[in-house]
């Protein structure tokens, strides 16, 4: 296995899907316009509103924390613990793309 990934590539591969994703992810939020709204399953956020994910372009922040990130890679890191190489390699196992 390569310890070399293309992130971009990568997150390309990954955004026509993040719709999908998210679904799967985070059931419990709604997309409203561009934006995927959701309590943040990382803390006790009694409501939706402060954890979006830009569904365009993967963008996603917490406003209540300052915790954000500007891609799939990041979000799928933040959501499941992991570092950026690991999610980047399981997104690209996941959608069957190259991860080079």
């Known amino acids: 296995m390569s310890n070399q990934l293309n992130f971009t590539r990568i997150h ?3 955004l026509p899907y993040l719709p999908a994703l998210l679904q799967r992810w985070l059931p ?19 409501q939706p ?5 830009n569904i365009r372009n993967g963008r996603w922040a917490d406003f209540a924390t ?5 891609d799939i890679i990041s979000l799928t890191a933040y959501l499941f613990h992991l570092s ?3 999610a980047a390699r ?4 996941m959608l069957g793309g190259s991860n080079d």
């Not at 399981?90 to 196992?93: D, E, F, G, K, S």
């Open 84 to 86: 950026q190489f690991e």
């Open 28 to 46: 419990q939020g709604k997309q409203a316009g561009k934006e995927y709204v959701v309590r943040n399953p990382m803390r006790a956020d009694k």
């Open 12 to 14: 390309c591969t990954a």
């Open 90 to 93: 399981q997104l690209a196992q």
């Open 66 to 70: 300052g915790d954000k990130g500007g």
């Open 49 to 53: 509103g402060s954890f979006k994910v």
